[in-house]
């Protein structure tokens, strides 16, 4: 396995404000984290499982091939087990696979060494277990071959409660490659699960489970490809070691993701969710857009979570790159230990770089029961329409010194601005009724240039500003209404040109937080 290394400039955004006291950033799960800053992933019970660029090729000599015939196997090597419908691979080397069978299994039990099995046209379905087992060798590469469609589906009601479980079930170290197409139903349970790794190297794959779509124990990293995962009653993708050190994570390191999940969260880690490219597209209705039990660290990417309960959910969730945009029924951010209740639980949100958007429907925006620091990248929050939940909710402080900082939302005596004790600026805007979704809020400074043009989504009577452009002593403009002929994103205009609003007030910037009536 490959450690994850976090930059340096990362592990100064974590550990800066906690004297580089790792436990007081992960709290209980701090073994995840070293005082550099780097995760820790070689501490751990599991041999191995070092990814190599030789696990990803395949050559055409000295393959074994497995035939399916409908009601029948066939296959002319010794390494090769057949019993009925159910053939076994007895020992490491290459197999191509194809054909369809009714109703069988395909058996992976070596004693050691690396099964790679290409898929070239399979359909595979078995009634009463699992259609393919991986049970036993060091590790399981699966490659789906170039322009080839393949099909793996379970029944509804196994045979034995015991393992497999899933449709395409293994115990081993488990990775996926190759160009072709994968379309895997699990009608029982997991439609994919390791009790070990599971590497999405690339592929087109399409996963439908009737509880986790996509599951390991120790951890899901995804590459490449496309993978389109839906789960019915857990979780879209999912990691969830408790136990050993370095593991239960998800990570998501490029290719295009889209995944729904009824019920559960969409990503799911007992440990850690790392997201540090591709393209994301998360529904869960229900739930969690994504939820760790530790830490969320997003480094890059394009994520778009598009319907939840709560978009993202965990102790600790840091931003320092790419673009995620969150609509939520309840919280948008909500970094909490889950205690509940209005005391600073020492959770935090850092926001060092990147593009948020939030859209919270009757949640608060922004909330951390703990902390929040601000260092530079956009924050644009729509907060809720109706008390007693607002656009900003923090127990303990929010101290902003660099980046660009917009939240719209209702007045109330829970409405909050950023902390006192920062060093960048901000203004806290309240009006004496809300103003609708057509009236702009546009703060030009003394020579008429723009600080910012806002339109929110929904009414509203607060609105938080701060950016590196509001200087103390210095004198600015509110206007409503009015038009602009900038590009609008996320209720930003950017660009453009403001006109036609009316003044409400001209105040001069006092101190870190300076309050304004309208």
Wanted: proline share 2%; with cysteine; glycine share 12%.
């Amino acid at each position: 396995m490959r450690v994850k290394i976090i930059p340096i400039a990362l592990a100064c955004v974590l550990f800066s404000c906690m004297s580089c006291n790792p436990g007081s950033v992960l709290g209980d799960n701090s073994d995840d984290v070293t005082d550099n800053g780097n995760t820790d992933d070689n501490d751990n019970d599991s041999t191995n499982t070092t990814e190599k660029s030789s696990d990803y090729i395949w050559t055409n000599s000295d393959v074994t091939a497995i035939t399916l015939n409908t009601n029948a196997i066939s296959s002319t090597s010794s390494n090769v087990t057949i019993s009925g419908t159910t053939a076994t691979i007895t020992k490491a080397g290459s197999y191509s696979v194809s054909g369809n069978l009714t109703n069988g299994q395909l058996v992976v039990n070596t004693d050691t060494g690396v099964v790679k099995i290409q898929l070239n046209g399979i359909t595979l379905n078995n009634s009463s277990t699992s259609p393919l087992y991986l049970k036993k060798a060091d590790k399981a590469i699966l490659f789906l071959a170039e322009a080839s469609v393949n099909s793996i589906t379970d029944g509804s009601s196994y045979a034995s409660s015991e393992e497999p479980n899933a449709a395409i079930f293994s115990n081993i170290y488990l990775a996926f490659t190759g160009s072709g197409s994968l379309t895997v139903k699990g009608n029982y349970n997991d439609a994919i699960s390791s009790d070990d790794e599971l590497i999405i190297h690339n592929g087109n794959i399409t996963v439908t489970g009737k509880d986790d779509a996509i599951r390991a124990k120790d951890y899901v990293k995804v590459e490449n490809g496309t993978i389109n995962a839906s789960a019915t009653t857990g979780n879209s993708l999912k990691a969830e070691n408790t136990v050993d050190k370095g593991y239960g994570y998800v990570e998501v390191d490029g290719g295009t993701l889209n995944l729904t999940s009824t019920s559960g969260d969409g990503l799911h880690a007992s440990k850690r969710i790392i997201i540090n490219s591709g393209e994301l597209s998360v529904t869960a209705s229900a739930n969690q857009g994504m939820h760790s039990d530790s830490l969320v660290l997003i480094n890059g990417g394009t994520t778009v979570i598009k319907g939840s309960n709560e978009g993202i959910e965990s102790p600790y969730i840091t931003m320092t790159d790419g673009s995620i945009s969150i609509a939520s029924s309840d919280d948008g951010i909500n970094a909490t230990f889950g205690n509940g209740g209005e005391s600073n639980d020492n959770s935090m949100f850092t926001m060092a770089g990147g593009y948020m958007a939030i859209n919270a429907t009757t949640g608060d925006g922004l909330d951390s029961n703990g902390n929040i620091k601000m260092t530079g990248g956009t924050v644009v929050v729509h907060g809720p329409k109706s008390q007693p939940e607002v656009g900003l909710d923090y127990n303990g402080t929010f101290i902003i010194s660099g980046g660009f900082l917009v939240i719209s939302g209702i007045y109330s005596n829970m409405t909050q601005a950023t902390s006192n004790t920062s060093t960048q600026c901000a203004v806290k805007i309240n009006t004496s009724s809300a103003l609708t979704t057509s009236t702009l809020l546009h703060i030009e400074d003394a020579s008429g240039k723009q600080l910012v043009t806002f339109k929110p989504a929904k009414s509203y009577s607060s609105v938080i500003f701060s950016s590196e452009s509001l200087i103390k002593g210095s004198t600015y403009s509110i206007y409503t209404g009015g038009t602009s002929t900038g590009t609008l994103t996320d209720g930003l205009y950017t660009g453009g040109t403001y006109s036609g609003g009316t003044l409400k007030k001209t105040f001069t910037v006092s101190g870190a937080v300076t309050s304004v009536s309208l």
